[in-house]
């Protein structure tokens, strides 16, 4: 059963348009986290959180929004979209402090902006 | 800021031969990971090192801090190996990571 659980799996919305990705973990990590992956520069991070109702900037943060509304739930928004915000969006979790790296990734999701 | 800089961008394999995955390290890392994006989209959590080897099956990491890179090398290359392989710095207290462009291997028959 996966832990780090994703939707939607795709998503096409036109330019300017409001897009909610969701991300539910049940691995009870304190962290979690959006990336979004193009070619040719890997993952990068968008918005991180340590817990409920706290929010970190990552490096790439422009444009978008996030908000930790439990411990395992972690929204990403983008509530004008851009084609240049085409892309796939990975959440994962962790849980600092435990010695070895636990991170749990999602299946992703294709957000193509028109 | 930091960067990881991973080779080759793209490898071809003959099932049962194998090759090695570089990563290089702009600065001086605590740990590595590495993960393999399969066919399903999903992000597989390889290897985590602080220092030294480890290996699991047909894979086989290193991690040398001290000269900033790490490899991931795999034997006996079989096709459900092919998918996307990334290296990432950090995530030593789970923290956030910085990953490499990545290596997209196909292993053919």
């Known amino acids: 059963e996966a832990a780090v659980t994703q939707s939607p799996r795709n998503k096409v919305t036109v330019t300017g348009g409001n897009v909610t990705l969701s991300c539910r973990q049940t691995n009870s990590h304190n962290y979690m986290y959006w990336y979004r992956q193009d070619t040719g520069h890997g993952l990068r991070l968008i918005h991180y959180?340590?817990?409920?109702?706290?929010?970190q900037i990552g490096d790439v943060p422009d444009g978008y929004k996030a908000t930790r509304t439990t411990q395992e739930d972690f929204f990403l928004l983008l509530e004008l979209a851009s084609p240049s915000q085409t892309s796939l969006y990975f959440c994962?979790?962790?849980?600092?402090?435990?010695?070895?790296?636990?991170?749990?990734f999602g299946s992703g999701t294709r957000l193509l902006v028109i | 800021g930091d960067q990881v800089e991973q080779s080759p961008s793209a490898l071809s394999l003959h099932e049962g031969t194998g090759s090695a995955l570089r990563c290089n390290f702009t600065?001086?890392?605590?740990?590595v990971q590495w993960f393999r994006k399969n066919s399903r989209g999903s992000l597989i959590n390889l290897f985590y090192?602080?220092?030294g080897t480890k290996e699991n099956g047909r894979l086989k990491s290193a991690f040398d801090s001290k000269e900033r890179y790490s490899t991931l090398h795999i034997r006996d290359a079989q096709l459900e190996d092919s998918g996307t392989y990334f290296c990432a710095e950090g995530g030593n207290m789970g923290y956030k990571l910085t990953f490499g462009t990545g290596t997209s291997l196909l292993v053919d028959p």
């Open positions: 090192l602080a220092s």
């Open positions: 600065t001086t890392m605590r740990a």
């Open positions: 959180s340590y817990g409920a109702g706290n929010l």
């Open positions: 994962a979790s962790s849980d600092p402090g435990q010695g070895n790296s636990d991170y749990t």
